[in-house]
């Protein structure tokens, strides 16, 4: 008898993609190839986006090396910001709101998987982040977290719950 999941076991069992695997592969291509290359203009890195489902404001800044998931679940507002190398691994959907600053390294993740069960299943959650919320330099937001107006996770802290309407995750810090 072992008491930790058997990583074998594991299976996509309840696991909703959102699109056919064709779609997917398009999106990869697109995303490999074109979205996150340095010389495709930023400008039409939220009209490609759009095309492959994604619900993206005016004004949205996209920097170069930022991967997404899935953007068919992705819902970014106006004016907002993704800097270089922010990573949005959303098996569920994210929501960011207008006048957002995700900077550098930031990195959004819906997923995880529930270590007690013997197959190690997902344990998934969307993520909210409010208007004028920023993510600092290589933060990281964790499955279930919203992120309240105004807040900041600042360089290299964690949100794990909640963080409230103008609060300040600190440079390191665990929330």
């Known amino acids: 008898m072992t008491d930790y999941p058997r990583l074998a076991r594991f299976t996509l069992a309840g696991y909703d993609k959102g ?59 106006d004016d907002s910001w993704i800097g270089e190398d922010v990573w949005l691994l959303n098996l569920e959907p994210i929501t960011i709101g207008s006048d957002v600053c995700l900077s550098q390294g ?27 919320a920023w993510l600092c330099a290589q933060s990281a937001v964790l499955r279930g977290v919203t992120i309240g107006t105004g807040s900041i996770v600042a360089a290299r802290g964690v949100a794990r719950r909640d963080v409230p309407a103008g609060h300040t995750v600190p440079v390191g810090g665990v929330h």
């Open 106 to 132: 930031a990195f959004v993740c819906t997923g995880s998987h529930d270590h007690s069960s013997p197959d190690f299943h997902y344990d998934n959650a969307p993520i909210t982040i409010h208007d004028g």
């Open 19 to 77: 699109r056919g695997v064709l779609w997917q592969a398009l999106w990869f291509a697109a995303q490999s190839l074109i979205f996150r290359s340095w010389w495709f203009p930023r400008r039409f890195r939220p009209a490609l986006l759009r095309l492959f489902g994604a619900d993206v404001g005016q004004g949205v800044v996209i920097r170069h090396g930022v991967r997404v998931l899935w953007p068919w679940k992705l819902v970014i507002g």
